[in-house]
């Protein structure tokens, strides 16, 4: 009798493919987790930035280009590992903190600044104050039910950080920013005029932005603080 030493043709398994898919999914959520990492390592980068030469413009226009390439890491990481509490990333949780180290970051540097030169206004205080104190008090009431299932997912909330990210953005950017609008609106006629004095139009809309982000941030951070998890009343 012969015996045949060739393999077995492997049968078809839904089981194989899909523990193929689940390796995928967790590279993808590997690689969101190292986003949300470098989300932030970049922040203290934009910090010095902006300490050491804001408002200078090229350092002003680098310290905006960096947080912009950082805030979208935020939705880059959504797209390759799913939301925060996706079961494929192990450190979804630290991607609203990561959100809120960036903008409470950067908007401290900024703070850092005005204070310095004495050009702090309550127009720009108030909704920066209420966005700082909202995060602090919201994670040290529930920073450890935070830390294991991350910032309940609520329209305010989502409001809040994009308007956030909107007004932090505009706010750094607003040096070379005003210039860029001020040279659009230049003529032979007003141009020694509009140089000299210097549109307030970007700052304007950051400052508004922040307010907007600031009453979001209020009633979302009621919303998080009354929140009761099914696993609390089981």
Known sequence: MTTSTDEPTPRYSPEADAQVELSDSDKGGAFAD????????????????????????????????????????????????????SQ????????????????????????????????????????????????????????????????PDNLYSSAKGGFAMLGTALLVGSPWLTQWIDMTRATPDNVMEVLAGGSPLVWVVGEVALWIAAIFSVIAGVQILTHKREVDAA
């Open 34 to 85: 190292a986003l949300t990492f470098l989300r932030i390592a970049m922040t203290p980068v934009i910090m010095v930035l902006i300490i050491w030469g804001w408002p200078e413009l090229q350092v002003a226009l680098l310290a905006s280009f960096l947080f912009i390439v950082a805030a979208l890491t935020d939705i880059f990481d959504d797209f390759f590992g799913g939301s925060a509490r």
């Open 88 to 151: 494929y990333r192990r450190y979804g949780y630290l991607d609203d903190i990561a959100d809120t180290v960036l903008f409470v970051g950067v908007l401290t540097a900024l703070a850092i600044v005005l204070f310095r030169e004495g050009l702090v206004s309550w127009t720009w205080l108030v909704p920066v104050a209420v966005l700082v104190l909202r995060e602090l008090i919201v994670g040290l009431v529930k920073g450890f039910e935070l830390s294991r299932y991350g910032w």
